[in-house]
């Protein structure tokens, strides 16, 4: 089952509150079958910088990856640090033939598990586009924290965002919202 957003400027609903601040776009809620992936398409061009929230939890103990515009070639780099109190790994990878780009550590077997991406001038067609991720996740006394970034070499706008786990399915009641950053 894919899950796709609903605007909130479909709903008759405006939240601009400045020039420098967030604006929500789409919100989505992970009914009671699950989703295999969540996407946000139609993202306006009006915005500096993308962000996305979410909740995520899932029967087992996937990695959350993420795809533009519905890209699968190998233009994915990614870079992450992840620890859990008593030791900590980081890994990076280039040329990624997966088809995906890395965003957060483990997500919790039935437990959520907060995040928050920053896609930096997603609109800009002059240059690549960056993320920066933050992770946190608690899982039978064993959580971890895992900052992130990546790099998709591409200079289309973004006007796609797929979000899929390695493994698994979103579970009822996973949440992903986009923002629009005004600059």
Known sequence: M??????????????????????????????????NQVTFNDIPQTYKHLQIRGIAQSGSTPRIYIRYNGDGASNYTYHFLEGNGSSA????????????????????????????????????????????????????????????????RDTTAITSIQLFTSSSTFSQYSRFSLYGIRG
């Open 89 to 152: 790994v980081a890994s990076a990878g280039a040329n990624q033939t997966e088809n995906w780009l890395f965003i957060n550590g483990f997500i919790a077997s039935n437990t959520p598990s907060p995040f928050i991406v920053d896609i930096l001038d997603y609109s800009n067609s002059n240059k690549f586009k960056t993320i920066r991720s933050l992770h946190g996740g608690e899982n039978n006394s064993a959580g971890n924290i895992a900052l992130c970034s990546g790099l998709w």
């Open 2 to 35: 894919t899950v796709s957003s609903v605007k909130t400027g479909d709903l008759g609903i405006s939240f601009a509150l400045n020039n420098n601040f967030m604006e929500p776009i789409a919100t989505t809620l992970v009914g009671s079958g699950g989703a």
